[in-house]
């Protein structure tokens, strides 16, 4: 029997196409799919990773500008100090005046009301060569160790080298104290004409550098202001700055 008898006639071998291979075609498409989606994956990180990169160094870059100028600058801490305190009124009132006000009354009063209105006048000094943001301060007037007022003084910007005078104002409306806090208050006024009183602050402030703020810094106020309720003026005013005399 003749080789191909299978064939029809008219065929020839040679010519004849080979077989389509679709199982090849369908594996080649998947693979150059994962090819390109493992391709870009790394690219996209290597982006990220670079844009992190430079803006740490942009970070440093200007943290360690920053820096210098600060150096440059060596900034000091701002000066605040009460100048001036001013007796507008003070009155101490008790349920009986005439026997709580008489030196050689022995009775003890069970309470007593303290009103009270002064102007305190601070001085702030900006030793720095740039100006200095203040933030808003609180300060409280204390009779011992008891809160009877507070004054807020708003925020401000002090200009470099200058000295800026800030102006508050406690009143105190018929606070009233109880018995062992009332007969030393009484005693000290009626006897020895002077009450001692305490103000007490914290000042925050800011450094200002090419429109930046350094981290901020507290100014204590510490004063102790005696007042002479007779002639309804200070006696007596001392300050600390800081834990130091001025």
Do not use: W
Request: some cysteine; hydrophobic content about 35%.
């Amino acid at each position: 029997m003749p080789p191909n008898s299978n064939l029809s006639s008219g065929e020839n071998p040679t010519t004849r196409p080979p077989p389509s291979n679709q199982n090849h075609h369908h594996l080649c498409y998947p693979t150059t799919t994962r090819t390109t989606s493992s391709s870009s994956s790394p690219s996209f990180r290597g982006c990220c990773c670079c844009l992190v990169l430079l803006f740490s160094l942009l970070a440093l870059l200007i943290l360690a500008v920053f820096l210098v100028i600060m150096l440059a600058v060596k900034p000091k801490k701002p000066q605040f100090d009460l100048q001036q305190v001013g007796v507008q009124y003070m009155g101490i009132s008790a349920p009986n005046p005439s026997a709580s006000l008489d030196p050689t009354s022995t009775t003890t009063p069970a309470s007593a009301s303290l009103s009270l209105t002064i102007n305190m006048l601070f001085t702030a000094v900006n030793p720095n060569k740039v100006g200095i943001r203040y933030g808003e301060s609180s300060f409280t007037v204390m009779y011992s160790g008891i809160p009877l007022g507070k004054a807020l003084v708003p925020g401000f910007y002090q200009e470099a080298h200058s000295q800026r005078q800030v102006e508050a104002t406690i009143s105190v409306d018929r606070y009233s104290l109880m018995q062992a806090y009332a007969s030393d208050l009484i005693r000290d006024a009626s006897l020895n004409d002077r009450v001692e009183l305490r103000v007490l602050g914290q000042v925050g402030a800011k450094i200002r550098v090419l429109d930046f703020d350094s981290p901020g810094v507290q100014v204590s106020v510490d004063c102790a202001i005696v007042i002479s309720p007779r002639k309804q003026s200070l006696t007596y005013k001392q300050c600390g700055f800081d834990g130091l005399n001025v």
